[in-house]
């Protein structure tokens, strides 16, 4: 049984009567960046570290315990982290995260790749360079600040290159989307935040609930509904100051419910802010997004193409697209620029349904870099 409490998730022991917080977690991406860094700091310093601080986005930290290192020779080290999910129903917890960091003849270059059990991008649409090794941007960002952490200033007296390999990757991955989207050979080292949030589905929900409380008693008739931290980011710079901060509210993939629960509390106005994936998955009428429990459907995504006028070509490759977010990138090449705010109204039109007209909903579908790309309704 799950609780919320002034925001914060915390999980109910029955059996003792207790409550206890739900535990967060570190991404893969947070243990590469532990692992290089205690590699590195064999390498270099002749350190073998027991634990890492590791920085996370936003000017956070975090302490990683490392595993083992092993010291393969004068200009190569290893070290692991074991990954650590929290109270999160998440496959890679308890994965080997292992981080190979060499010197390189080549001064001033560092070179990040993955090595076994990291996936390898065969398919577009996923933001990642195909051929390349399935290491999200963060991470990546994440790995070259823990680089710079050990070697500082001496950074142009070294070529680097970092391995990340996680030895039973391969196995793990069938137990994800990778294959489907076409990341072959492994899992993807994730993470935007650097932190596991745990996810609970009675929790989550009352804690939307509870924010839509504060948010109407500290006078707000307005809410800003997000998908996540990045879209809530995006939105802010958007809104800036003319929005209240209470009013900001993360929905994850409970849309249906948290509209629901603005027209119960009788919020005005609902803005629902997000990427492509998540928004095509409320246009197809899926109340709850989760990766886990919806797909997007390709051939919706094309008739809603075909009627802003693309060419049966465009069609044909917008159904054999690999992502949403691919799809986007089609929809890019081919100049059909009204489809996002087809896209939109079909959100509104869905969402129209869970609420009383009392209710004013606005769609609004970001790009990657958070510029609005459409809105419904227009004004």
Known sequence: MFQSIDG???EKDL???KKRSLRTGYTTGTCAAAATKAA????????KLARVNVSLPKDKNIMIDIAWINYENEKSVTAAVIKDAGDDPD???????????????TANKIIIDGGIGVGRVTKPGLGLEIGKAAINPTPLKMIKQAIDEIIGQQNNRYGLSVTISVPKGEEISERTDNPRLGIIGGISILGTTGIVIPYSTASFAASI???????????SDSVILTTGGRSEDFARGIFGNSIADHAYIQIGDFIGFSIKQCAIKKIKKAYVIGFIGKLTKMAMGIKQTHVKGSHVDMNFLADLASRCGASNEHIKKIKLANTARHVGELVEQFGVNIFYDVLCEEVYKHLSKYSPSELQIKIMLLDFNGKIIGKYPKD
């Open 8 to 10: 914060i998730k915390e």
């Open 91 to 105: 496959v890679t917890n308890g994965a080997e995260i292992c981080v190979t960091v060499s010197f390189l003849e």
């Open 15 to 17: 059996s003792e009567g």
């Open 40 to 47: 590195l700091s064999t390498l270099v310093n002749g350190e």
């Open 209 to 219: 609930r509870q924010s839509i409380d504060v948010s109407k008693a500290m006078g």
